[in-house]
């Protein structure tokens, strides 16, 4: 797989560096207890100019992921969502992948974290669909995995933690080399969570279905943009444990992500959902998603323009 196509700038506790000068110590806490927060976000070449897609709520979710584990982010959120337009700028990037992490940076090293500092890194890049280039057309093919998802009592997933994504990992690893495109996560009562970085969707007899929040997810921000779009489109929704059989009698699924956009699915354990093509409910929110992101067609004030 090729290296990350690099820009010129990423920036790094307040200053644009060179992206090679980017670096941290190899005995800075993160490296050895994950302890980082992360965003990812998307930059867009709407037909109105370069935008940035819900920037202000990416940061304001960084810092509430850091204030979960006791920490305070040294940059307001205006802050960074300067810096990152700004970025983006000094790269000349017009659609692009952002990448905020904050980390326990280099000072002490042990499991009590609260004595290193916290350091702050923006970088973005090009970068294409996630899950495949035909992926958002024709849906995905996914598979329940073996590896449970984090418990609310454990590692709080509502924290977007470096460390909650080993349990990520391991989901889709497991899709992977079974010859899937991604894995879903069950709960610790057996429900449906969400993929290893995706919030999920169902479609019933026109009723939307979506796990809940107690149901160890991410309170995802494209989520969030979904249960909106969907609201004012008319469709009913229902926040809900779902059980995993409903992954093989929904007549639609579809996953939800910074990375996946909306990508339908396909089929389940090889069992086809639906007919096999993405449902109407589905292309309906896609195509009042990409019409916001590419055409820049806004109501809700969620881009920010470069």
């Known amino acids: 797989m090729p290296p990350l196509p690099k820009t010129e700038y990423i920036w790094m506790n307040g200053d644009f560096v060179a992206w090679d000068d980017a670096r941290i110590h190899v005995l800075s806490h993160v490296v050895h207890y994950g302890s980082s927060w992360f965003e990812g976000i998307r930059a867009y070449n709407t037909q109105k100019g370069t935008a940035i897609f819900r920037l202000h709520e990416h940061m304001k979710r960084l810092h509430l992921s850091a204030k979960i584990y006791h920490s305070k982010l040294p940059y307001s959120v205006e802050e960074l969502c300067e810096a990152t337009a700004e970025l983006v700028r000094r790269n000349n990037l017009d659609d692009c992948y952002l990448r905020p992490v904050a980390f326990r940076g280099y000072g002490e090293l042990g499991v009590y974290p609260l004595n290193s500092p916290i350091d702050v890194v923006i970088a973005g890049w090009k970068w294409g669909k996630y899950l495949g280039k035909d992926a958002l057309d024709q849906g995905v093919d996914v598979c329940v995995s073996s590896w449970q998802r984090l418990s609310n009592s454990s590692m709080p997933p509502f924290s977007k933690a470096g460390g909650n994504y080993l349990n990520s990992q391991l989901i889709r690893i497991e899709a992977l080399q079974n010859g ?127």
């Open 180 to 306: 899937f495109s991604e894995g879903i996560g069950l709960d610790q009562h057996g429900c449906v969570s969400e993929g290893s970085g995706e919030n999920i969707f169902f479609v019933q007899d026109g009723t939307i279905y979506t796990p809940p929040l107690s149901a160890a997810i991410l309170q995802g921000i494209t989520r969030s943009s979904v249960l909106t779009i969907a609201k004012n489109l008319g469709y009913p929704i229902v926040e809900t444990a779902l059980p995993r059989t409903m992954l093989y009698t929904a007549d639609e699924v579809f996953f939800s992500g910074t990375a996946v956009e909306i990508t339908p699915v396909r089929s389940v354990d090889r069992i086809e959902v639906g007919d096999g093509t993405p449902g109407p409910v589905t292309k309906a929110i896609q195509e009042r998603f990409f019409d916001i992101v590419t055409q820049g067609n806004d109501p809700y004030q969620w881009l920010t323009f470069i």
